[in-house]
C-alpha cells in the first residue's frame, strides 16, 4: 500500500512539473498598437501569464487543473498580440 500511494504521489509532482508553452507565429505575432514584430518578448510575455494566473488563482497542490491554467496562458498570450497557432 505504501508503495502504490508513493507511486501515485511521485506521478503527481511529476506532472505538476510541466508548463504549457503556446506554439506560436513569429511572424504574424504584433503589438496591437504600433505593429512592431514581439516574437522576442516571447518568454518575458509567457512568464508573466504564468505569474499572473499563480497569482490570481487559489490552487491546491493535489487538485491542480491544468486545463484551467493552459486556457488562461492561452488568451493572455493572445491579448499580448502573439498569433497562436496550437
Same mark, same amino acid.
Given at each position: ?13 511529476? *506532472? ?7 506554439? %506560436? ?6 503589438? &496591437?498598437?504600433?505593429? @512592431? ?19 490570481? *488563482? ?7 487543473? %491544468? ?6 496562458? &492561452?488568451?493572455?498570450? @493572445? ?8
Amino acid at each position: 500500500m505504501n508503495k502504490l500511494l508513493s507511486i501515485i504521489v511521485l506521478c503527481l509532482t511529476f *506532472t505538476s512539473c510541466t508548463t504549457y508553452r503556446p506554439l %506560436i507565429n513569429p511572424e504574424t505575432s504584433r503589438d &496591437k498598437y504600433d505593429g @512592431k514584430v514581439i516574437a522576442g518578448n516571447y518568454w518575458k510575455d509567457l512568464q508573466a501569464c504564468n505569474y499572473i494566473h499563480k497569482e490570481n *488563482t487559489i490552487s491546491l497542490y493535489l487538485t491542480l487543473n %491544468i486545463s484551467d491554467k493552459d486556457t488562461f496562458v &492561452k488568451k493572455c498570450m @493572445k491579448d499580448y498580440g502573439y498569433a497562436i497557432l496550437r
